[in-house]
């Protein structure tokens, strides 16, 4: 399959823009690719990487998938690409990991296209680790592209953003959703898989192919025995410890959001959780709007708390404590 092939159909001007610059030789010394997470931004990044490392690109700008250097590139060994993210047991990249990088590029590509340093998630770059590698944009060497990938570019220092091409790839329309969904062979409860992904399109194939609709909705339901005081926080906390903590605590953010829209008198189709309006609707008639507003911005403080040293079962369970208690006593 060639890079062109490969390109998600959201991403069509994206690539694009890619092509020409290709196309046109001139190839950014630093590109920035920006959007939230899901939109396939390393996916688009490893297209373009392919293309300038192929010996013989095609004329749509994909690489031909035959020559020797793109068979290195598939069989991982490509001695001009190079990939930094996060070590394993870490959370940043080290400034360690950029010296390398940095070493590496005084050194002419061994190949006569160029060498491609992808960096992803960028943003988390330490502190000594981002000026290290501004030095290394400072200072550009021979035929080497970098290639910033972030979900949050402004935490990146604005002396590196300022010295990036900049790509963002934005949210597509709805239509072109379903129809990328029905192709993965998606054809049923689209809507409410568009709405839980909150953004993070990729995700829908996992949501459909784990079960994570069914553990949402198995969730939901020890959601209402906590409601109905027909169960203790402190049980299902623990009962959910080993869920997958972004999720979970997405899908709480999504039933609260309903709720105080159910509240309002909002519409039903305009609800995330379609498929729950009904009891939705029925627990919001007994709650108060600002006990839902508190109870939301704890829930959105706690996500911010996600990948710190934070407890999860014990940050779980104060949410399910001020949960049962905005629904009083039965």
Not at 130 to 158: G, H, Q, W
């Amino acid at each position: 399959m060639t890079a062109i092939n490969s390109v998600l159909p959201w991403q069509q001007k994206n690539w694009g823009l890619l092509h020409s610059y290709i196309k046109q030789k001139r190839i950014p010394q630093a590109l920035l690719i920006t959007g939230t997470g899901g939109l396939g931004k390393h996916s688009l990044a490893k297209q373009f990487a392919h293309s300038l490392l192929c010996l013989k690109p095609q004329d749509d700008g994909s690489c031909c998938g035959h020559c020797n250097s793109c068979l290195l590139v598939k069989a991982d060994t490509h001695p001009d690409l190079i990939q930094i993210q996060p070590d394993e047991e870490k959370k940043t990249i080290s400034i360690n990991q950029i010296r390398t990088v940095v070493a590496d590029t005084y050194l002419k590509p061994q190949f006569e296209t160029h060498r491609v340093v992808i960096i992803n998630p960028a943003d988390v770059m330490t502190a000594s680790a981002a000026n290290a590698f501004l030095k290394c944009l400072e200072e550009p060497t021979e035929r080497t592209v970098f290639i910033l990938i972030s979900d949050k570019p402004n935490k990146l220092p604005a002396t590196i953003v300022s010295r990036c091409q900049k790509l963002s790839i934005t949210f597509p329309e709805r239509q072109i959703l379903y129809e990328w969904l029905k192709g993965q062979g998606i054809d049923h409860n689209q809507e409410t898989l568009l709405n839980l992904m909150r953004g993070s399109i990729l995700k829908a194939q996992q949501l459909s192919d784990e079960g994570l609709l069914k553990q949402r909705k198995d969730c939901f339901n020890d959601w209402l025995t906590i409601a109905n005081h027909t169960d203790h926080p402190a049980i299902i906390s623990e009962k959910w410890q080993k869920l997958p903590e972004t999720e979970l605590i997405n899908w709480l953010i999504s039933w609260v959001t309903d709720l105080i829209k159910c509240a309002c008198g909002i519409n039903s189709e305009l609800l995330s959780n379609q498929d729950l309006a009904k009891p939705l609707q029925s627990v919001s008639q007994q709650l108060e709007l600002k006990g839902l507003y508190g109870l939301y911005d704890r829930i959105i403080s706690s996500r911010q708390q996600l990948g710190t040293q934070i407890n999860f079962q014990i940050m779980i369970e104060e949410i399910l404590v001020q949960w049962q208690e905005l629904n009083g006593r039965n």
